[in-house]
């Protein structure tokens, strides 16, 4: 099973299957239909409302995931994954790490995908924008 992230902005259909992984819907025009929902990796409503810097909500978001344990979450993707022909899952947020400012340059999907590696050992490559780095001096 083959996965990236990516951004709903920035997602083609040359990519792979795009699935959710965030609460709502996007409230905007994608140009693709969404091939499903990773639902045991969206963030809940409840951790999204708590408004938490980015190391409690990391540390929130790992008590979901283990909580679930990843042999479940693995199933859930395999599900996506067969029922999308074997295409790579492109699991989609709203976040595009070219706008986000520190310190709240951060994003689920990054945290996913460090947690997938910590599991499994398989990264999980970001399709999007990059982090922008900061400016040095001139050397």
Not at 83 to 107: E, I, M, S
């Amino acid at each position: 099973m083959e996965l990236a992230t990516c951004t709903y902005q920035e997602c083609t259909p040359s990519m792979g299957a795009p699935i959710r992984t965030t609460a709502g819907h996007p409230r905007f025009p994608l140009g693709y239909e969404l091939a499903g929902h990773a639902r045991l990796i969206t963030p809940t409503r409840e951790l999204l409302a708590q408004n938490l810097p980015e190391d409690a909500y990391e540390f929130s978001y790992r008590r979901i995931l283990n909580g679930y344990g990843i042999d479940r979450i693995h199933a859930e993707l395999a599900d996506l994954a067969a029922r999308n022909g074997g295409a790579r899952l492109v699991l989609l947020c709203f976040d595009r790490f070219d706008r986000l400012k520190p310190p709240n340059d951060w994003c689920h999907r990054e945290m996913f995908a460090k947690w997938w590696l910590e599991q499994t050992g398989e990264e999980i490559p970001e399709l999007g924008s990059r982090k922008v780095s900061p400016q040095g001096g001139l050397w």
